[in-house]
């Protein structure tokens, strides 16, 4: 079993940084896929980003290329996502994932869910 804890969301301003962490307990281990997913108000969950067992990136939803970067620290079981020229369509509860299935990309429906934090950019 694992339990995944987010925090870092809030309200700021578009253009601005945000970094948000998701910490990892309840399995020992670092061999398991991780990422972060989004529900934007009306969309549905989508994934986001996501990182390897072993540190490296995966997976960039279009629109966050270039501002969104994902990392982990397996020594700290933790992992973060530093957001940067934040925009208001990036508003959303945020979701930290695991899968133990899979060791490179987290799939669309992973094993783990974290109970998501808030983000909102305001324009």
């Known amino acids: 079993q694992v339990h995944l804890v987010e925090s870092g969301g809030g309200l700021v301003q578009a253009g601005d940084s945000l970094n948000l962490s998701c910490a990892v307990s309840g399995r020992t281990g670092r061999y398991y896929s991780m990422g972060w997913f989004r529900q934007r108000p009306g969309h549905e969950r989508e994934r986001v980003v996501s990182i390897s067992w072993s540190g490296a990136p995966t997976y960039h939803e279009d629109s966050v290329k270039g501002r969104f970067t994902i990392s982990r620290d397996n020594a700290k079981s933790t992992m973060s996502l530093q957001m940067n020229d934040l925009r208001p369509e990036d508003t959303a509860v945020y979701y930290c994932?695991?899968?133990?299935?899979?060791?490179?990309?987290?799939?669309?429906?992973?094993?783990?869910w974290g109970q998501g934090t808030h983000v909102t950019v305001s324009s």
């Open positions: 994932a695991a899968d133990p299935r899979n060791l490179v990309m987290v799939p669309e429906t992973p094993d783990y």
